[in-house]
Structure formats: C-alpha cells, structure tokens
C-alpha cells in the first residue's frame, strides 16, 4: 500500500528554526516533494529529493533518507508569511504516481 | 498570465445535478491530474492522463468522469453531484518523469447543497 504520514500543526515562534517531518511508503519511489499551501490557495513548489541527504534552498532545506523512508523540511529564520501548510508528496515509479500526505499546518506566533 | 487556469473558481449546486470543472494549461505539459482536498486529508487524486488518448482513475473516481478534449484541456464532471462531493478540486500538470514537479491551478471551490 501507500502512505504518507506528517504531523498535522505544528506551531513555532518568528525568527526560529521548525523542522516538519515526513515518513512514507510507497511502491516504488521516485523522489519526493515538499509544497508549501497558504489557506484557499494552490501548493506551490519548495523542493524535491531523490537522492539521500539534504538540499538547500535559501532559507528551506529538504532531508531524505530513503533507506527510511524518511524526509523532513527545515525552516529557518521563521518569517510570519510562512504559516501555511506544507504538503509532502511522493513519486512512484517513472513519476506516474503523487502520493500526499494530510499536511501540516504550520503557525508561525510573533 | 496563468499557467494553469481553471474554471469556475467557485460553484454551488443542487444534489443530483451534472456538473463540469475545467482546466486549460499553458505550459505544453503532456500529463494533468485532478484531485480534490478535504480538510485534514491532503490531495487526493481523482484521474490523470499523460497524454490525448489516456485516462487513468487514481484514488477516489467513483462518481466522477474526466475528458481530455487536447493537450491543453482537461475537465472533470460530476455525473450527479452529491453533497459528500463539496470540496475544493485542484487541475495539476507535469511534464515526462518524476523530477518534474506538478504546477497546481488555483482551484475551485465546490459546494453541493
């Protein structure tokens, strides 16, 4: 089968570090995705890993170990328009599948 | 412009009406996907095609059909709406493999009375 599993909230403070985590089954893997949702709009692209250990992108980095079938989204710097959700989503073979997990909504507090 | 535009972005219905939701893209993506999103439980897909001449079913097709009318072009309908079906639906495309990420329409947000 397949499954996604990530916190559903998550609250942390401005100008703080959060780490959003993320574990999957899937059968096969392709790669796995991190979007970012803000209430009533459309998820839009953070990051994507395939292969094992971390990317960074400005002030969000993506984990993946997929011997673990493990990733997780790092925040830094917290900013209040980052509250949102954030989707993690993986890729079955030759990318014909997504596979989304619940979300987490993140409140970032001042 | 939009990449991915869809239409309407909002609607209410009655139960038991015929409905189509409509995507059109811009990007000249071979693959679009609809899914719906319920509170607490993420995208959920409904049909995908990769390209004119496939149509797939994902997760929850039941009581939906799809139509890939071109490349560009990719509508959903509700054969006979049902209030379980309120929710907002997403049209999403990607180009050929896995590195390529899904560019999401705005969405529309569906209410069946």
């Known amino acids: 089968g397949q499954n996604i599993d990530q916190p559903t909230e998550m609250t942390a403070t401005e100008g703080a570090i959060v780490q959003i985590n993320c574990t999957y089954q899937t059968s096969g893997f392709n790669g796995l995705f991190w979007y970012q949702q803000h209430a009533g709009e459309a998820p839009t692209f953070l990051s994507y890993n395939v292969l094992d250990g971390l990317e960074e992108k400005g002030r969000f980095s993506s984990f993946l170990s997929r011997s673990k079938g493990y990733s997780y989204l790092l925040l830094k710097e917290l900013q209040m328009k980052d509250s949102a959700s954030y989707l993690c989503a993986a890729v079955d073979n030759y990318g014909q599948n997504f596979v989304f997990g619940p979300g987490t909504r993140l409140s970032v507090l001042p | 412009d939009a990449d991915v535009t869809q239409t309407p972005r909002n609607r209410i219905t009655k139960t038991g009406k015929r409905i189509m939701l409509e995507c059109s893209q811009t990007?000249?993506?071979?693959?679009m996907y609809w899914y719906r999103q319920d509170p607490g439980l993420g995208l959920r897909l409904i049909y995908y095609s990769f390209d004119v001449k496939d149509i797939n079913k994902g997760e929850i097709s039941d009581g939906y059909s799809v139509s890939r009318q071109a490349q560009a072009k990719f509508s959903l309908s509700l054969e006979s709406a049902i209030p379980n079906q309120t929710a907002l639906y997403f049209c999403?495309?990607?180009?050929?493999?896995?590195?390529?990420?899904?560019?999401f329409g705005p969405g529309t947000r569906l209410l069946v009375l």
């Open positions: 990007k000249g993506h071979d693959r």
């Open positions: 999403a495309t990607s180009d050929l493999g896995g590195a390529e990420t899904q560019y």
